[in-house]
């Protein structure tokens, strides 16, 4: 066979190219609506215009009771950028700077972190933000068509808001709440129905048409009677007498005791009685440092000998068979727990 019919056969395609490159002639959707410029340029404030509502008093109290809660400041960085979203109602580049220096982290890795979580808001949004659930759970189960629904109920599509300021609609990750998918957030309360008057989330209630149309008939009530959203922490309010890390101001934490992590202990202990008294072998862990031989005497344990962790036996010159022998283990000030005791034994021949 020839070798071009051998290169015919193993390409199995004849491909010809007659002419270069031909211009795509039809319309392109703009940037901000293609995958990966899915938000438009947000206009951010300076630090001058932000400053007042980051460097008050109370800002500065409760950023310092977060800190004294970790050992290491950056522990902190999720909870401060949740105070400067709750005081600015969302988090401006500017922000994100701030919590980085207070964090003493760098200004990548906060807004890497504001970036990663999308409970942080990254735009000014409506008084109600819906958040939608469309990962699995909820998808299954129809996330998609109630997304649609509430999009077309609204007149906006995601990540719009509402002419007149009341609603910003946008889709998360899960939401913790699979058994109620579909599910959203109202702010941040889950809700999947009203009743009485209050947004509720009761087992196994899952969004329909018909409830995403009673919660926003809610919000819309509440707006008319409530002027603006009362404040609220959401980190819970101030707290006191919190545990905190040993030494920090007002904690109660206290220093794990020594024996915290102890050691291993003492592993198969053996005892064998002959004329010159009982010899005692044993394996212990690498990290150990010392070593006690202990005897029951009178129904008390009584120390008899030390051992280094080079020693490979032990004998009781006045051990005699039928007496009982333990061995504790320790590494440095940590002690293990005794070994079990063993009772010692004529040596076999």
Not at 35 to 52: R, Y
Not at 55 to 68: F, P
Not at 298 to 314: C, V
Request: with cysteine; aromatic share 6%; net charge neutral.
């Amino acid at each position: 066979m020839s070798a071009e019919k051998n290169l015919h056969i193993i390409a199995n395609n004849r491909l010809r190219f007659t002419e270069g490159p031909k211009p795509y002639a039809g319309d392109l959707p703009a940037p901000a609506e293609q995958v990966g410029h899915l938000h438009e340029s947000q206009k951010q404030p300076s630090w001058n215009e932000l400053a007042p509502l980051l460097e008050n008093e109370q800002v500065k109290l409760r950023v310092a009771d977060l800190l004294s809660r970790y050992p290491d400041p950056q522990g902190a960085l999720l909870e401060v950028l949740w105070i400067a979203q709750e005081v600015i109602g969302w988090v401006p580049r500017e922000a994100i700077r701030w919590a980085a220096s207070v964090c003493s982290c760098s200004p990548a890795h906060a807004l890497g972190v504001a970036t990663f979580y999308t409970m942080y808001k990254h735009a000014p949004t409506g008084r109600f933000l819906l958040q939608f659930c469309r990962n699995m759970c909820c998808s299954i189960r129809g996330a998609s068509d109630i997304i649609r629904y509430a999009e077309n109920a609204l007149g906006i599509k995601t990540n719009g808001t509402t002419p007149d300021g009341l609603f910003t609609l946008i889709q998360v990750e899960c939401l913790g709440a699979c058994g109620n998918g579909p599910v959203m957030l109202v702010n941040d309360d889950f809700a999947t129905d009203v009743e009485s008057g209050e947004l509720t989330l009761k087992k196994g209630a899952a969004l329909t048409p018909d409830r995403v149309d009673r919660i926003i008939a809610w919000c819309r009530d509440r707006a008319s009677q409530m002027k603006e959203e009362p404040v609220r922490d959401a980190l819970g309010g101030k707290l006191s007498g919190h545990l905190g890390h040993p030494g920090a101001p007002g904690a109660s934490a206290r220093a794990q005791v020594l024996d915290y992590a102890p050691p291993p202990p003492v592993l198969g202990v053996s005892a064998q009685a002959s004329a010159d008294g009982v010899t005692l072998t044993w394996k212990a862990a690498p990290e150990i440092t010392a070593l006690a031989v202990e005897r029951l005497e009178d129904s008390s344990w009584k120390q008899i000998g030390t051992l280094s962790p080079k020693d490979k036996e032990f004998k009781d010159a006045s051990g005699k068979a039928g007496m009982d022998y333990r061995m504790t283990a320790s590494s440095g000030d940590r002690a293990a727990k005794p070994s079990a005791a063993v009772k010692a034994t004529e040596k076999a021949g």
